[in-house]
T-cell receptor, first 112, second 111 residues
Framework: DAGITQSPRHKVTETGTPVTLRCHQTENHRYMYWYRQDPGHGLRLIHYSYGVKDTDKGEVSDGYSVSRSKTEDFLLTLESATSSQTSVYFC???????????FGQGTRLTVV | GESVGLHLPTLSVQEGDNSIINCAYSNSASDYFIWYKQESGKGPQFIIDIRSNMDKRQGQRVTVLLNKTVKHLSLQIAATQPGDSAVYFCAENLGNTPLVFGKGTRLSVIA
């Protein structure tokens, strides 16, 4: 398996609080992605990065921001968590931007 | 690990039978397609891929078929085993744009 880890693995937070999820990869991959997974929707892209400090929005980016200050780390921040952001979040990476992306184990976030 | 109680189409097959999982993709310009397997509590894992200039590709016990005319992908699993029970996703790619995933199909293998 590609070395990609997410932290925390589980988090419960209150509505209105900021939350940061972390993704760390040891493959020196240029591209990194954040997806969320919800019943009936499959995996939907939140944001992605195509290099250090280079990021772009995905399909469901409202309410989220990202940062990539190092190749190996990609942070996802919920500025003010809402109940609609209760989900399972997956980070992924690949080297070429196309083709197979390697996924982390996921973070289950519950906003109460 | 993490998983989601997805309300998905479900395919139930007897152990030893062949399975066929179908997917309709969205973008006629997509040039690369992947099938992923997601077991309970884990992230998606790559199974097999196919480029748009091909209509069939075979792996170990798996075959992917691509019909660009009707924007349809299928994944065939031969001699299905209990370990094949999982959710299967197709994903499509155009150039360097991020993968776009389908909603998934749950495969349940009956021993």
């Amino acid at each position: 398996d590609a070395g990609i880890t997410q932290s925390p693995r589980h988090k419960v937070t209150e509505t209105g609080t900021p939350v940061t999820l972390r993704c760390h990869q040891t493959e020196n991959h240029r591209y990194m992605y954040w997806y969320r997974q919800d019943p009936g929707h499959g995996l939907r892209l939140i944001h992605y990065s195509y290099g250090v400090k280079d990021t772009d929005k995905g399909e469901v980016s409202d309410g989220y921001s990202v940062s990539r200050s190092k190749t190996e780390d990609f942070l996802l921040t919920l500025e003010s968590a809402t109940s609609s952001q209760t989900s399972v979040y997956f980070c992924a990476s690949n080297g070429q931007g196309r083709g197979e992306a390697f996924f982390g184990q996921g973070t289950r976030l519950t906003v109460v | 690990g993490e998983s989601v109680g997805l309300h998905l189409p479900t395919l139930s097959v007897q152990e030893g039978d062949n399975s066929i999982i179908n997917c309709a993709y969205s973008n006629s310009a997509s040039d690369y397609f992947i099938w992923y397997k997601q077991e309970s509590g884990k992230g998606p894992q790559f199974i097999i891929d196919i480029r748009s200039n091909m209509d069939k590709r075979q792996g170990q016990r798996v075959t992917v078929l691509l019909n660009k005319t009707v924007k349809h992908l299928s994944l065939q699993i031969a001699a299905t085993q209990p370990g094949d029970s999982a959710v299967y996703f197709c994903a499509e790619n155009l150039g360097n744009t991020p993968l776009v995933f389908g909603k998934g199909t749950r495969l349940s293998v009956i021993a």
